[in-house]
């Protein structure tokens, strides 16, 4: 999982870095919320990790800011901050998860673990581009795109299948529900489909069909 940390303790982000990087995760880290808003303005992070009370930006106000850029990144905050208004205020902007200092970096894994299993609905479909089977919404990098209907029941098929091959029949039966259409229709509405993605990653299989590898 790619995660930026935003903690101004130096001591305790070197530490928490290194504990998520040994257990797999490739982590990023940030001592202020202005840097922390850079990253994420220029790079895809599946997790954001946010302490509250940082310079310049606070974790409060960056998550909303990142609201208004339409980010939606997933957020679990650490702080020091044990009020239940703080915490509140916290779940209200969106945060999936809320620790309070001191933690043991265990309960960090398990936090992260548990979000993890929870978001299996989220999938990723290349570089910059994933898939909410829940939202039936496609981003490029956390940013939604906006499709229409047909292009987004295509993509979510192509989703749901990961790795296999896709034929016309399967795109028949699930997207053009309400009339027969011929193979070189498909083909037509999946090539203008790909042409407004910034990221080749539907793959034409000669006379069988379409597929978005694992």
């Known amino acids: 999982m790619k995660i930026l940390l935003m903690e101004d303790e130096i001591i305790l982000c070197d530490s928490i870095e290194r504990y998520l990087e040994k257990i797999g995760h490739q982590v990023t880290t940030a001592y202020d919320g202005q840097q922390a808003f850079d990253l994420i303005q220029h790079n895809s992070y599946d997790l954001l990790i946010l302490d509250i009370n940082v310079p310049d930006i606070d974790g409060f106000t960056l998550m909303e800011l990142l609201k208004e850029h339409k980010r939606y990144t997933p957020v679990i905050f650490i702080s020091s901050l044990t009020d239940i208004e703080d915490i509140t205020k916290g779940f209200e902007l969106g945060c999936k998860d809320y620790i309070k200092k001191p933690f043991h970096l265990k309960e960090l894994e398990l936090r992260i673990e548990k979000l993890a299993i929870q978001d299996k609905s989220h999938v990723v479909l290349s570089k910059s581009y994933s898939y909410s089977f829940e939202q039936k919404t496609l981003f490029f990098n956390n940013t939604p795109v906006t499709l229409s209907k047909r292009q987004q029941q295509i993509i979510e098929l192509l989703a749901k299948n990961r790795g296999i091959v896709v034929n016309y029949d399967m795109f028949r039966e699930y ?3 309400e009339e027969f259409v011929d193979n070189p229709t498909i083909r037509a509405e999946i090539s203008r489909l790909k042409k407004q993605l910034k990221e080749d990653f539907i ?9 978005i590898d694992k």
């Open 203 to 211: 793959i034409n299989v000669r006379g069988l069909g379409y597929k």
């Open 175 to 177: 997207v053009y529900t």
